[in-house]
């Protein structure tokens, strides 16, 4: 569970007192989540998420995030959209943190995707794409390529506490990344953290996307490599080509892939699953203590990565020649 910060209803009811949002009749913290604080919140207005912003969120780029989701949310995407104070501002301080209300979104993420929640979040993202195309601000994906090797630095030879050999084969891999990285590819907004718990689902219609606190200005096809990542694997580490053809066929319908695009796919998803491995390593190796959290497997990219290594083409994660 993420709480890493807790509000005494006192504060809380003084900062609800800024919002046109009645009075305050619970909150509770979210039992998901690993990197800000979230608490369901009920109003006499109705039900809202609380969110206090922790460790790996600056909060110089918290307006990026708010307006970003104002702005999907505006071009017909389903995401939460930051709830205003009575003098017009999205983001406060609460508990010594910054601190924004946001709309609840109904739905449930699953935990098992198959192919048709792969298919329904290839088109979201997509759409995702296309609705940012025209947001205006920027920010730089602080962890892209250049940011990774800082990590491993932080990890160290503790990575091998992890599974043996691990230190190595992060070297080995950033010397590729680095070394290979694609540029020029078209760029946009991505969300860049679209995994099964970001995405909410009623039946099997997606009917949301949370969490834009990784949102930023990159490779829009990295995103779908993070997705394929995410989405597509099996829990025996194996990768399923039909979820990942159903993923990249109905993104292709909404936004179709250049070829540069295509022939980037196997090096970007080496590269999402090396971010992902990296930062769930990092987390492993320095839980905060107290905290309520549960860190994340770092192994499970490892092994990711490792089906990385020997796809030789966009084919391999069921894209048609
Ligand atoms: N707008 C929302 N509507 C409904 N539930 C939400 C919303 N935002 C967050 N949640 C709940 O809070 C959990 C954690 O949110 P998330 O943004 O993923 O946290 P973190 O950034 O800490 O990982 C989600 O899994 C979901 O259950
Ligand atoms: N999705 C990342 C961790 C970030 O957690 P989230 O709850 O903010 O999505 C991972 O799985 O490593």
Not at 96 to 112: E, K, N, W, Y
Request: net charge negative; proline share 6%.
């Amino acid at each position: 569970m993420a709480v890493y910060t807790e509000v005494g209803t006192e504060e809380l009811s003084a900062f609800l007192d800024h919002y046109d949002l009645g009075e305050l009749l619970s909150c509770k913290g979210i039992a998901e989540g690993v990197e800000n604080s979230n608490f369901l919140i009920h109003t006499a207005a109705g039900h809202y998420i609380l969110t206090l912003y922790e460790k790996r969120v600056d909060p110089a780029d918290l307006p990026f995030f708010l307006a970003l989701m104002e702005h999907l949310a505006g071009r017909g995407l389903i995401c939460p959209l930051p709830v205003k104070t009575r003098a017009g501002t999205a983001l406060g301080t609460l508990a010594g943190r910054p601190a924004a209300i946001v709309t609840f979104l109904d739905g449930m993420s699953v935990r098992q995707p198959a192919v048709t929640h792969c298919a329904e979040v290839g088109e979201a993202l997509a759409r995702l794409h296309l609705a940012g195309a025209d947001f205006a601000r920027q920010r730089a994906n602080a962890l892209s390529v250049a940011g990774w090797r800082p990590l491993a630095k932080r990890a160290g030879h503790r990575a091998d506490t992890v599974a043996p050999g691990l230190a190595a084969l992060i070297e080995e891999e950033l010397a590729v990344v680095e070394a290979s990285w694609p540029n020029g590819l078209p760029e946009g907004v991505i969300h860049a953290d679209l995994f099964p718990d970001n995405v909410f689902f009623l039946g099997n219609r997606l009917s949301g996307l949370i969490d834009f606190y990784f949102a930023c200005t990159d490779t829009l096809a990295y995103d779908i490599a993070v997705c394929l990542n995410a989405w597509c694997f099996e829990p025996d580490g194996s990768f399923n080509v039909t979820k990942g053809r159903a993923l990249l066929q109905r993104y292709e319908a909404v936004r179709p892939l250049s070829e540069a695009e295509r022939a980037a796919l196997p090096l970007l998803c080496r590269g999402a699953a090396l971010r992902f491995l990296l930062t769930r390593l990092v987390d492993w190796l320095n839980v905060p203590p107290g905290a309520l959290v549960r860190p994340k497997n770092p192994i499970e990219y490892l092994k990711k990565l490792r089906f990385h290594r020997y796809a030789s083409s966009a084919r391999d994660y069921g894209l048609a020649a």
